[in-house]
């Protein structure tokens, strides 16, 4: 992954991708299948191809760390204790794009959790 040479995607804060997130370690949000990988919203662009990601999981789960989003018909889950910051050879492919109002949200629970 570290050595792909490709230019950084299009991406849009409130995007939703398929990222390499890596193997877990203790309590960290796991990937899936042999790439690691899963849906990530775009929280921020950090610098050119380095941005803010918030995991996303489809297992509904309640708490101030926890945002419920639909995208496509599926209930998800923005899990704000698991945000980081990666590179864009991580992202694989663009699911959609959060709504302004989803997005809003996610925003705001951040926010209130990380002031």
């Known amino acids: 992954m570290n050595n792909q040479e490709h230019r950084p995607p299009l991406i ?3 995007d939703i991708w ?5 193997e877990n370690v203790g309590s960290e949000i796991n990937g ?9 919203i775009i929280f921020k662009k950090l610098a050119h191809g380095f941005y803010f990601v918030v995991p996303t999981t ?3 789960k309640a708490g101030t760390w926890y945002v419920k989003f639909r995208q ?8 704000l204790h698991q945000a980081r910051a990666i590179d864009y050879r991580r992202l694989s492919s663009k699911l959609g794009t959060l709504d302004d109002e989803d997005f809003l ?7 209130s959790l990380y002031k």
């Open 12 to 14: 849009s804060r409130g």
């Open 18 to 22: 398929w990222a390499s997130v890596g």
């Open 32 to 40: 899936k299948n042999k790439l690691f990988s899963r849906p990530i």
């Open 58 to 60: 489809t297992k509904i």
């Open 72 to 79: 496509q018909e599926k209930e998800m889950v923005a899990c």
């Open 105 to 111: 949200r996610i925003k705001n629970g951040f926010n």
